[in-house]
């Protein structure tokens, strides 16, 4: 069936570093690539989105990059802060579901 | 501002008992979702629905059933609880036929003695 595969499953950065977290899906078909950032005890909540016809997005601190042919893509967090500690879940959508990864939890040291 | 509201933060239910987890949201989408969350498994999806009595299996249907009878309000339903569904259970829901963010209410976690 679908799936996505999220790694690393962990990751420790120094504040300032950037962390970089990888995705890939198995369903052609997906045409819409969501990131979830989840904080302790809240619910996920969206991050930043790309569809299957971009091949990059920024927001601010947080970039997206998708690569069809490969069926990978990855967030990108420059200038990490403590306050980006949380467990984020990538996610790939077709037709109506989402099928989410396995989640990566980001600390950032002070 | 998007809700989805589920009925409780917080359930205990014995072995045997028919459990049922309500979520409710107030924009009028048309998809709603039921997943379970579980350390080192992520998010993985029990059952959805894309229209009023409609309904498809997810990933991990098993021993779950859902209803919606109503568009605002989708329930997940163990008919039997066991320990093993000890779990967070999250509901979300999304607009339309064209793919968007997915909002996703507080959760439930729900714990089966």
């Known amino acids: 069936g679908e799936n996505v595969e999220q790694h690393p499953s962990t990751l420790s950065v120094q504040e300032g570093d950037s962390a970089v977290i990888k995705c890939t899906y198995s369903?052609?078909?997906?045409?819409?690539f969501p990131w979830y950032k989840q904080e302790l005890g809240k619910r996920p909540q969206l991050i930043i989105d790309i569809r299957s016809n971009v091949g990059e997005k920024k927001d601010q601190r947080i970039a997206v990059t998708l690569n069809k042919t490969a069926k990978h893509f990855s967030l990108h967090i420059t200038e990490t802060q403590p306050e980006d500690s949380a467990v984020y879940f990538c996610a790939a959508s077709g037709a109506y579901k989402y099928i989410f990864g396995t989640g990566t939890r980001l600390k950032v040291l002070a | 501002d998007v809700k989805v509201t589920q009925s409780s933060r917080y359930l205990v239910k014995r072995t045997g008992e028919k459990v049922f987890l309500e979520c409710v949201q107030d924009?009028?989408?048309?998809?709603m979702f039921w997943y379970r969350q579980d350390p080192g498994l992520g998010l993985r999806l029990i059952y959805f629905s894309y229209d009023v009595k409609m309904k498809e299996k997810g990933d991990i249907p098993e021993g779950y059933s859902v209803s919606r009878e109503k568009k605002e309000r989708f329930s997940l339903i163990l008919e039997s609880a066991s320990t093993n569904q000890t779990s967070m259970y999250l509901c979300?829901?999304?607009?339309?036929?064209?793919?968007?963010?997915?909002?996703f209410g507080q959760g439930t976690r729900l714990t089966v003695v």
């Open positions: 369903d052609s078909a997906s045409n819409y």
């Open positions: 924009m009028d989408h048309e998809n």
């Open positions: 979300a829901s999304s607009f339309g036929t064209v793919n968007t963010e997915a909002f």
